[in-house]
């Protein structure tokens, strides 16, 4: 059962995020993209952290999802047509030549020693909000005030760069 | 029953599909969801590593790398706001104002 669980939540997010790469769209981008991060979220679950997984589908697919989506009705984008340049097409395959490596070394790296390593059981209350809610304000607890003040030079910083100026505004 | 290999192959297969997307897109805005993915797919692993070792550790890291990819989509989109109001384009082959 959990197996068929993995085997579904992975497939839907890789089929989900190439649909992604492939699509020239933002707004079928960005649908794809929250397809995944739904996936994902489902992954969470399946390795018990439900916080996490809650979080993801609140904070990656609400949220941050929403802004993307917020900034493209925004833009109002005409899609140019067209080929691309010879240069760019040679850069494009060095880059996806060099993922490929890059795929190739992470996948072997799992494989050294041969062994498949399976999980073990945990304790009932692992990943619940209780337990990572100790962990944040106990040991934790100097980064995420330290979060809180990234998040509010966030705030600020985008707030000055999206602003329009006063001055060239006629 | 499923081991930790599938999942570091499953984050590794999402961050390659990320990192081919940042490569091949000419669109500033797909390329940043292109980022996002990478590093859902980083937590990913992470969150997999923490279930195999038994330690809420990872979960914690998790949390924060969330919060900076919030903060970074916010500055990044204004970022992009700004230069569509100069250039009227989100295509990145458009933008070499800084090119030496």
Known sequence: MQLLMFYFFGFGAVVSALLMITTKRPVRAAMSLVATMSFLAGCYVLLHAHLIAALQLIVYAGAIMVL??????????????????????????????????????????????????????????????????????????????????????????????????????? | MVSLNSYLTLGAVLFSIGAVGVFTQRNALIIYMCIELMLNAVNLTIIAFSRYL???????????????????????????????????????????????
């Not at chain 2, 924060?64 to 989109?77: C, D, N, S």
């Open chain 1, 68 to 170: 993307f989506l917020f900034v493209i009705m925004l833009l109002n984008i005409q899609e140019k047509e067209g080929m691309l340049a010879g240069s760019a097409i040679i850069l494009q395959v060095v880059g996806v030549l060099l993922v490929s490596l890059l795929f190739v070394v992470m996948v072997s790296l799992f494989k050294v020693d041969g062994s498949v390593a399976l999980f073990g059981e945990v304790a009932a209350e692992f990943g619940t909000t209780k337990a990572v809610g100790e962990m944040l304000f106990t040991k934790y607890l100097l980064p995420f005030e330290i979060a809180s003040v990234l998040l509010l030079a966030a705030i600020v910083g985008s707030v000055i760069l999206a602003k329009r100026r006063i001055d060239d505004s006629e």
């Open chain 2, 54 to 100: 038994n330690n809420l550790d990872g979960h914690v890291f998790v949390f924060m790398i969330m919060t900076v990819a919030a903060a970074e989509a916010a500055v990044g989109l204004a970022i992009i706001i700004s230069l569509f109001r100069n250039k009227a384009t989100v295509n990145v082959d458009d933008f070499n104002i800084s090119k030496g």
